[in-house]
């Protein structure tokens, strides 16, 4: 490895660069010291590169376990391309030297005459040039070389520079004090996630986590971690994960195991699979284990090794994947009985006894896997599902019962599904597939099959056969199972037209339900059944929920689909901003992944269209493979939204085709409505009104197959403008009014605006200045991209009417919003309007708004700083390390025009104010 690719060691380096460097007039003795694995022997590397740069002779030596027992073998490695030189010494101590390498026939030498030997021969070597030893591996070296090298070190005069590399082990001591220290530390997370990223560019955050988490930044660990990560599964168990280290690093971390007594073999295991450091509680359990009294003198041996340390109250391992190593060392039976005796004198903690009993036997127990099952819950209150699911999986091992194993895989799975790992879903699934099941498990089988990639049947019979389960399971007592049907009932719903008997029946399932109870889950289901009858009803439960006080990251993003569904935009964003702070916090990435897609749509609408596209980029991440394919086909529609409005036509129609041509879209019109008005704005933009017309009357047209009941409130507005470039006004306004029955029945807001805007646009000349003054003052006004539209076309209208100075201010307010959205086709209009009216755009007005100022990466971290988090948790917020959040932020000061972080959450309040009125 060359030296500038080793991270975080510029210091140490420099340090041994300058020793080498200035060899010609001093000498030095630098002794490095480490752990394993921490780039002792990758230091010793470069020196001796540098050495040969230089053209300096160079001697490099390094310590074996084979060869530790044999005197001045260490020496002889180090001599032998020397040894001819002997010649030149006197005899006594050339005999010495050669009898210590076995070379004559007189007895082992004097290690002071042999020591003395060594010191002339070096000083001969280095008179001509200044001279590079290397000592590697210290520790392992005979005991006879390692007095040696001390006593040279001690008279190492100008010319020669020693560097010896060693773990730091008692045996140091013996080298005395002829060298100086250098001590190699862990990386910091910087550093490590550095490195990480350069070895494995392609591992995904988590996953990189787990990994940085492991290594705790020793090097190696991080190398062969990052080739083979280990399952996340075990994060977060009561018990330490096993984890398969390859052979380098069980090496590395427990190299020396064997040299252990039985007692402290027998410790160093209960203590590496104890789930609590507790002295007594390992001792005990030691004692437990081998039949005798046991004290805390069996884990010195252990400690010697550098393995552990502990005191009266705990034992700290060395590094954490000593543990893994030493448990990886040993057979599974002596595992299990570390884990029973742990099981067995563990008296404080249900939850400890429980695993250490799990994983104490191999044989079926229902009481344990009972006992185990029971802990789920509370795991996964503390959001530690990964917990969770191992204990279930462990459970159905033990379980005497198939529909017991099968019940319990299951759940595992479910667990699994709620993390965003479909690789153990699909692993679960298909040991639950062996199972038998009882028939309620085989219906959440195929629902959670269903939601990890599974095509979904969306025809009326279905919908009826889920919402008769639905009600078994209520008359049954399965109540959070009744809403799951009626949930993924309601979603066939909303992905396709079902006929009405159908629809009926699924709206009295979710009356009934809403009736039971008022959870965010049951709102979400009667305002997707029926966000038209129960749309105010809705939004008047979503007002009295107060999301500051909900740490369920699910409730609210059931709430947020609830409020979206019925179109309050507005309250869908204030839930959804903080469902995801809280289902990234807790890592549940399967229910971020759908909330992810659920922003993207929001803040289309909203008019924060980089996050919108952020969004859709990280659901991209998550979810390869792992989401519905009708998710997919969703996250598809909407960047191909995102794009067409952007002006991306090409990408977008790509993204169109992708999407009409998705298993999703062969059972569900509402994809294909997508697609279509996707193709209405591309018509815009390339002015074919005509075009967009055509394409978007089929989304309203219910005989046709691009018809959706829903997504036409989203083509309303460019329907309109269509309409008014063609001339078809009159047959617009009609199709209006039919929707407007609907927005006054379902109160939603965003729908009310669309039509309030399309009225407007279509509006003859002596109405619709009133139109578009109600427009402006309605709620879903206050929607960045819904208000710049509006100004657009009253200043337009204005214009048309020639109060020009009039129009000035709302197409400068509109095109500011514009240009920053890179609403490209709206934008240019808004100017030509502005140029028009003979007020070209003042320089500088567009460059007002944060995100003209700051790249997409530098508005989020500012804006999670304006919210008063930390470094630290802004970067596991974007996963990202603290340092490059500090660089971001380092950045942004000067651009807002700032110097403290304190500053910044008014700044931006400014800037969005400024942007947003002008
Ligand atoms: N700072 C670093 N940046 C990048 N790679 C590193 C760094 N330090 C070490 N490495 C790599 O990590 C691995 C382990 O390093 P090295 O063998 O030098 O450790 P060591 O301290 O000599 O360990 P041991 O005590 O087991 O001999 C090597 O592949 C090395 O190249
Ligand atoms: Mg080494």
Same mark, same amino acid.
Request: proline fraction near 9%; charged fraction near 20%; glycine fraction near 10%.
């Given at each position: 490895m060359r030296t500038h690719e080793l991270v975080g060691r510029d210091r140490v380096l420099a340090d041994l660069f300058e020793a080498v460097s200035a060899a010609g007039e001093r000498g030095d003795a630098i002794l490095l010291v480490g752990e394993?694995?921490?780039g002792k022997t990758a230091c010793l590397t470069a020196v001796a590169a540098l050495a040969q740069d230089a053209g300096y002779p160079l001697l490099r030596t390094v310590g074996s376990e084979a060869e $530790?027992? !044999?005197?001045?073998a260490g020496l002889h490695r180090l001599l032998r391309p020397i040894l001819?030189?002997?010649?030149?010494?006197?005899d006594v101590q050339r005999r010495a030297l050669l009898d210590a390498f076995g070379m004559?026939?007189?007895?082992?030498?004097d290690r002071f005459v042999v020591s003395i030997a060594t010191v002339n021969l070096l000083s001969q070597m280095s008179a001509r040039h200044p001279l590079v030893i290397i000592a590697d591996?210290?520790?392992?070296?005979?005991e006879q070389t390692r007095h040696v090298l001390a006593f040279v070190a001690r008279r190492l005069g100008t010319r020669v520079v020693f560097v010896a590399a060693a773990t730091?082990?008692?045996?140091? $001591?013996? !080298?005395?004090?002829g060298f100086r220290e250098l001590r190699l530390n862990r990386l910091d997370v910087a550093e490590a996630h550095r490195l990480l990223t350069r070895l494995a560019?392609?591992?995904?955050p988590g996953q990189r986590q787990a990994v940085a988490d492991l290594a705790r930044g020793n090097p190696l660990a991080l190398i062969e971690l990052a080739a083979a990560p280990p399952t996340l599964?075990?994060?977060?168990?009561p018990i330490p994960a096993r984890i398969s280290l390859s052979p380098q690093l069980e090496r590395a971390f427990?190299?020396?195991?064997?040299?252990?007594?039985q007692s402290g073999r027998d410790v160093l295991l209960v203590a590496a699979v104890?789930?609590?450091?507790?002295l007594p509680e390992i001792l005990a359990a030691t004692a437990r284990m081998s039949g005798g009294r046991v004290g805390p003198e069996v884990l010195e041996p252990a400690q010697q090794l550098g393995l552990l340390s502990f005191d009266e109250n705990q034992v700290i391992f060395s590094h954490p994947l000593v543990k893994a190593a030493v448990v990886q060392k040993e057979s599974i039976s002596r595992r299990q009985s570390a884990h029973r005796a742990l099981g067995a004198v563990i008296t404080v903690s249900s939850l400890r006894r429980a695993w250490h009993r799990a994983f104490g036997t191999s044989s079926y127990d229902d009481v344990i896997a009972a006992e185990l099952e029971a802990t789920t819950a509370a795991s996964i209150k503390s959001g530690r599902a990964g917990a969770a699911i191992l204990a279930l999986e462990r459970a159905a091992q033990l379980s005497v019962s198939p529909a017991e194993r099968g019940r319990r895989l299951l759940l595992a799975a479910r667990q699994a599904a709620r993390l965003g790992r479909p690789d153990e879903v699909d692993r679960l699934l298909q040991g639950v597939v062996n199972s038998e099941l009882s028939e309620f498990d085989r219906v959440r089988a195929e629902l959670l099959h269903e939601n990890v990639g599974g095509v979904v049947i969306t025809d009326s019979l279905r919908v009826t056969h889920l919402c008769a389960l639905a009600r078994r399971a209520t008359a049954e007592g399965e109540r959070s199972l009744a809403v799951e049907l009626a949930d993924a009932a309601v979603r066939r719903r909303c992905a396709a037209p079902v006929e009405a008997p159908a629809l009926a029946d699924m709206i009295s399932l979710a009356q009934g339900l809403w009736r039971g109870s008022s959870e965010a889950r049951c709102v979400a289901v009667l305002a997707l059944a029926d966000?038209?009858?129960h749309g105010r009803e809705v939004i008047s439960a979503l007002e009295?929920?107060?999301?500051?006080?909900?740490?369920d990251g699910e409730e609210l993003s059931a709430y947020a689909v609830a409020a979206r569904a019925v179109g309050d935009y507005t309250a869908a964003v204030r839930f959804l901003d903080r469902a995801e702070v809280l289902l990234r916090e807790r890592g549940l990435l399967g229910p971020l992944a759908r909330a992810l897609c659920v922003v993207a749509d929001l803040q289309l609408e909203v008019g924060d269209w980089d996050r919108a596209a952020a969004a859709l980029a990280e659901f991209a991440r998550l979810s390869v493979a792992s989401m519905s394919v009708s998710h997919r086909a969703a996250a598809m529609a909407t960047t191909a939204k995102i794009a067409a409005l952007r002006g991306e036509t090409a990408a977008a129609l790509e993204l169109v085709s992708d999407t009409e041509h998705s298993p999703a879209a062969r059972s569900g019109s509402r994809y294909l409505a997508r697609a279509q008005i996707v193709r209405g704005i591309v018509g815009i933009s390339a002015d074919k009104h005509g075009e967009t017309y055509a394409a978007l009357r089929r989304v309203f047209?219910?005989?046709?197959?691009?018809?959706?009941f829903r997504e036409q409130f989203d083509a309303v507005s460019y329907l309109a403008e269509a309409a008014a470039h063609t001339g078809q006004q009159a047959q617009a306004r009609k199709m209006l009014d039919d929707l407007q029955l609907v927005a006054d029945r379902s109160g939603s807001p965003l729908l009310q605006m669309h039509l309030a805007y399309g009225r407007a646009v279509l509006a003859s000349d002596d109405t619709a200045e009133k139109l578009f003054l109600a427009c402006l003052a309605?709620?879903?006004?206050?929607?960045p991209w819904q208000r710049a539209r509006v100004q657009l076309a009253y200043g337009r209208w204005l214009r048309r009417q020639q109060r020009v100075s009039q129009s000035r201010e709302p197409l400068r307010s509109a095109l500011t919003t514009l240009q920053r959205l890179g609403a490209v086709k709206w934008a240019a209009e808004a100017l030509d309007e502005l140029e028009a009216s003979g007020a070209?755009?003042?320089?500088?007005?567009?460059?007002?708004s944060p995100h003209s100022l700051l790249s997409v990466q530098e508005s989020k971290v500012a804006r999670l700083a304006s919210q008063g988090m930390s470094n630290r948790e802004i970067g596991q917020q974007l996963y990202i390390s603290p340092r490059t959040v500090s660089s971001h932020l380092y950045r942004i000061f000067p651009k807002l025009g700032?110097?403290?972080?304190?500053q910044i959450a008014a700044r931006l309040d400014e800037l969005y104010l400024h942007s947003d009125s002008r």
């Open positions: 394993a694995g921490i $530790r027992q !044999l005197p001045f001819a030189s002997t010649a030149t010494l006197p004559h026939d007189g007895a082992a030498g591996d210290v520790q392992w070296l005979d730091s082990l008692p045996q140091l $001591r013996e !080298l005395g004090d560019p392609g591992l995904d599964t075990t994060k977060d168990c427990a190299g020396r195991h064997h040299e252990l007594p104890a789930s609590d450091a507790s966000p038209v009858a009295a929920v107060d999301e500051r006080g909900i740490t047209d219910p005989m046709d197959p691009s018809h959706h309605s709620e879903a006004a206050s929607l070209a755009d003042e320089p500088g007005s567009n460059t007002g700032i110097s403290t972080r304190g």
